[in-house]
């Protein structure tokens, strides 16, 4: 199973993703479709914190996210407590590729924490999943449902 993780790169959140990207890789038969926390953090190593990532840089993650997210069976979207404003483009296109796929739609989309709905009404949409913590999506998938 494919599983693409949607979160936010900054100060908490990105803790909050290294463990449930760390969560994921658990789980046999989990593919992280692409693990950009650690694009990120390869070129903050060479280049430093301090540098801003340059404009090919920030294309190339874009295009490897949605590709990701479009080759993903799941998608899971980590909620942070502000910003994302990348994780909230990578949720409206797993929405939309719910719509091109003839059959069962793919990929689901799980959500967590779901204290945090309230960030978009996109989250209330029957195709979402919401969990209570980010653990219980890890149980779930170590499940194989």
């Not at 989309?109 to 219980?136: K, M, Q």
């Amino acid at each position: 199973m494919k599983v693409y993780l949607a979160g936010s790169s900054t100060g908490t959140n990105r803790t909050a993703v290294k463990m449930a990207m760390a969560g994921l890789r658990g789980v046999a038969g989990i593919e992280v479709t692409h693990d950009w926390i650690a694009s990120i953090e390869r070129v903050e190593a060479e280049q430093g914190l301090d540098v801003g990532l340059d404009r090919d840089f920030r294309r190339e993650c874009a295009e490897a996210d949605l590709r990701g997210v479009r080759d993903a069976d799941i998608v899971w979207v980590l909620i942070p407590s502000e910003g994302g404003a990348g994780l909230w483009i990578e949720l409206g296109y797993a929405l939309a590729l719910r719509d091109t796929f003839v059959g069962r739609p793919r990929p689901r989309i799980l959500v967590s924490p779901a204290c945090r709905r309230a960030r978009s009404i996109f989250l209330d949409l029957d195709a979402v999943v919401l969990f209570e913590e980010d653990e219980d999506v890890v149980s779930y998938l170590r499940d194989g449902r």
